[in-house]
């Protein structure tokens, strides 16, 4: 990505207009017992994620933006409830034509599901991941990676039907039939991050959350993953929460940003307006070190292993002052679908 494709930040995608909700993230908290070998103490904590609330919309892509540890995986993996939270709720709204056919599961929260509602939403909304070598079974051919999970589904599908649809799934995501017999280790990186999309596409998701799924990739092979996600988006009407630690993609792929900094949203906004209308003290770092005008921070960012009650940022920020240290800044409605966490905005 050039910088000029992070100043102006255009969508290949259609923007979404209708203003439908799919899912809502209320007040979400994680802590983790913090387990570091025999002398460890006890009763330790981790807070990874801190308060974290945001709209998505339908045909909409959010993208989740911050550092190495900031609690950004932690929150998309609340969201399919490989975590449960500490704390807070997720709301998810099936279509229309859901609702008609007796699945009467729509805006309640997904951690009060009972096991059908629970399968069904995960038909719904599909995780995929960072790593394709790590979350492939090696033993398994493609077709049996991407066909595995009818076994669980109740649903009917003959052999030809169901080699037709992983056929079909696979031309889709760039690969050919003759890949279907391959395994895991026989593709490169890039193919094998297109069979973890085809996994996760077979299912007709409504909703793709992609954890990183560009970072482990060479530049030109991101450019073509992040391309076929687009059009995936456009086909298949898709929305997207994506996270990522860097700005210039999501500046080009998401529709709006949400910034997090030690397991808080500290803001969030159109991804088009952001680099220039950004309010927040680490939004602007992040943007001047995508951009080469500034130089990394030598402060590392550490885990909250204690309960804070004040700015997350207040020990990095070049503005704080002694209120900031003692309680945590709401977050601020500044404009149209833009919000920031800060006493002393600009």
């Given at each position: ?34 387990e570091a070998g025999f002398f460890a103490k006890k009763n330790q904590m981790v807070y990874a994620v801190n308060d974290i ?56 929260n997904i951690f009060e599901y009972n096991k059908k509602a629970l399968d069904e939403y995960r038909r719904k909304v599909k ?166 005008r500034v130089q990394a921070s030598s402060v590392e960012v550490t885990s909250v292993l204690s309960k804070e009650n004040g ?36």
């Open positions: 990505m050039s910088d000029e494709n992070i100043l102006q930040a255009k969508n290949a995608a259609p923007k979404n207009s209708g203003q439908e909700l799919i899912l809502r993230a209320e007040n979400l908290f994680k802590s983790f017992d913090l609330s945001f709209d998505l919309n339908r045909g909409e892509t959010l993208g989740i933006v911050g550092e190495s540890g900031c609690g950004k995986s932690t929150s998309a993996r609340m969201l399919v409830r490989m975590y449960e939270p500490t704390a807070g709720r997720v709301l998810y709204y099936p279509k229309v034509q859901d609702l008609q056919q007796g699945k009467n599961f729509g805006g309640q995780y995929v991941f960072q790593d394709p070598a790590r979350s492939l079974n090696p033993r398994m051919s493609a077709y049996s990676v991407l066909t595995d999970a009818f076994k669980y589904s109740g649903d009917k599908i003959g052999k030809d039907e169901l080699y037709e649809r992983a056929k079909k799934t696979f031309l889709e995501v760039g690969l050919t039939e003759r890949h279907l017999e391959k395994r895991p280790s026989e593709f490169s990186g890039g193919q094998r991050q297109r069979v973890s999309i085809a996994r996760a596409l077979i299912m007709n998701p409504e909703l793709l959350i992609c954890d990183e799924v560009v970072s482990a990739l060479d530049v030109s092979i991101q450019g073509q993953i992040l391309n076929l996600l687009q059009d995936l988006r456009a086909s298949k009407k898709l929305s997207f929460i994506f996270i990522t630690h860097d700005l210039k993609v999501a500046g080009w792929f998401c529709d709006k940003i949400a910034v997090m900094y030690r397991g808080v949203m500290v803001e969030e906004a159109p991804a088009a307006t952001l680099f220039k209308n950004a309010r927040h003290p680490y939004t602007k770092i992040l943007f001047d070190g995508a951009q080469g700015c997350p940022f207040a020990h990095r920020c070049p503005r704080a002052k002694e209120e900031c240290a003692k309680a945590l800044p709401p977050l601020q409605e500044l404009g149209a679908g833009h919000r920031a966490r800060c006493f002393f905005l600009d």
